[in-house]
């Protein structure tokens, strides 16, 4: 072999060795950065062929039932709801044409048990003839408290949300959405579900944003009590801001209160005279330790409320604001979570839906412990809304919440809606001396106030929440995640 010979053997060595080396960086470049996206993206086929291969995780409520499971073989599995249409919005759905909602699609790595030795694991079953099983989700729904709340929404609106969860540890009991729809049969009924005009896919406790009405005024009067602002007031019925009037409801005129009065029996002239005086800054700040305008923690993605304050916003504006109007929107789990901080002595804790992840055997791999979203008012503040909040339901707009031999405190609201009917609302929580329960209730174009809708509805899914939910199973209350 000649020197040129051999020249040329060695760099056709190197040329294949750099080639070599150069798909080596590219391969642990796409692993690294690129393969989760690509795996992930709707249009990749093999991720729907590799997903056939592996039995989804199943799917309990806090008392051990099934709510979602697997049936058939690898390459053939099916999902199967135990309640397609009560947990639609929830569960959600996963079709291989369609993709993936609700928990379905949030925890869809867990349900697939997939991990960083995922390659590992899939050559180990491959050799042991093994199929390969995903991850459990154990959830903090009560299934007959869901059903409840669902059952009421339906005997009483046509849109609306009801949320109920444990102010302490922030554990969700139920989350129900109208419309709904029935997630085994989402293919045939996808036309007209896309069609559907009331949004029949549209989780509306976490995704539907409202004006929150005369709820609002509980932020606003922690606002106030935090202020050195003159607490007194003398109702005349109406208040004119910058040349606009505001009214009581039903024309209403109270003389001097103060601000237990004004909560009770949600006095608009006073609100909209002192959320004036207060001032853009001072509200909205108040509003943001109430984790307003922030992205909230959850097991799925949830909207967010908004005040937007920070922009140029008139005194009208700001007046309307006070009494949950103008630039102000809400979630339904927000303002539960607003009345569980109330609840909590002004600690707000980060809402739970997946309390645990299970292995295929059944061990616990994750536990989702209770932690403190927010410190968002005094222990003191906190105490004189509860005494206010006690008031709307002895003595004010929130009667018809009472409940014989349990303490309920709670907000009524009548929001103003531009396209139609006013929004009921109520949230609230029970028993008042040592809350275990909270809740947000809103009726879509009610065309009725809060105090006659969606107090009654309040007071029945505390009271069945109450009776029926094993308080024994809730997780230990959480303290602040530093």
């Given amino acids: 072999m000649n020197k040129s010979e051999l020249r040329r053997i060695v760099i056709l060595m190197v040329g294949l060795i750099a080639l070599f080396l150069g798909a080596i960086v ?13 795996r992930n993206h709707p249009s990749n086929r093999r991720g729907y062929i590799e997903e056939a291969q592996i039995k989804r995780g199943d799917i309990y409520d806090r008392n051990g039932e099934l709510l979602a499971t697997s049936k058939g073989e690898p390459g053939h599995y099916h999902r199967e709801y135990t309640y397609p249409t009560l947990y639609s919005h929830m569960i959600g759905y996963s079709h291989p044409s369609l993709g993936k909602s609700g928990l ?22 491959w050799l042991s003839n093994k ?50 729809f029935n997630a085994m049969s989402v293919a045939e009924d996808w036309n007209s579900l896309q069609k559907n005009k009331a949004g029949a896919l549209l989780n509306r406790s976490i995704n539907g944003r409202y004006p929150p009405g005369s709820t609002f005024k509980i932020i606003t009067a922690a606002s106030l009590l935090d202020s050195n602002l003159n607490l007194n007031y003398d109702d005349k019925g109406s208040q004119t801001i910058d040349g606009r009037e505001f009214k009581n409801a039903e024309g209403s005129i109270y003389g001097n209160v103060d601000l237990k009065d004004a909560i009770t029996h949600s006095i608009n002239t006073y609100f909209v005279s002192k959320g004036a005086k207060l001032g853009k800054e001072r509200l909205g700040s108040t509003a943001d330790q109430f984790y307003f305008n922030k992205k909230i923690p959850f097991d799925l993605p949830v909207s967010p409320s908004v005040f937007d304050y920070k922009k140029n916003i008139p005194k009208t504006t700001l007046a309307a604001s006070a009494i949950g109007q103008g630039d ?18 002004g600690k707000m804790m980060e809402p739970i839906l997946v309390k645990e992840v299970e292995d295929p055997k059944g061990k616990s791999i994750r536990k989702h412990e209770p932690k403190v979203l927010q410190d968002s008012i005094s222990e003191e503040t906190a105490k004189k809304l509860n005494e206010f909040m006690l008031s709307v339901v002895q003595n004010g707009t929130g009667k018809r919440a009472a409940m014989r031999r349990v303490k309920v405190a709670g907000k009524t609201g009548s929001a103003e809606n531009a396209s139609g009917e006013n929004h009921a609302w109520f949230i609230g929580y029970a028993p008042a001396n040592d809350p275990q329960v909270a809740v947000a209730v809103i009726v879509e174009q009610a065309g009725r106030s809060g105090g006659s809708v969606a107090a009654p509805m309040a007071r029945d899914i505390i009271a069945y929440a109450l009776n029926n939910i094993d308080f024994s199973q809730n997780l230990e209350k959480g303290s602040r995640d530093e």
């Fill in 131 to 180: 199929k390969q099983g995903g991850n459990s989700l154990i959830l903090t729904v009560d299934t007959q408290v869901q059903s409840k709340a669902r059952e009421l929404l339906e005997e009483n609106a046509e849109r609306g949300s009801i949320v109920v969860m444990n102010p302490k540890t922030g554990e969700i009991y139920a989350m129900a959405s109208l419309p709904d």
């Fill in 328 to 345: 102000v929107l809400v979630t339904p789990l927000h303002m539960a979570m607003v009345a569980s901080t109330v609840a909590n002595d």
């Fill in 26 to 38: 590219y391969l642990t470049y796409f692993y690294l950065f690129e393969a989760e996206t690509v």
């Fill in 104 to 125: 379905e699609a949030s925890h869809n790595d867990d349900l697939l048990n997939r991990n960083s030795n995922r390659a590992i694991v899939q050559i180990s079953n």
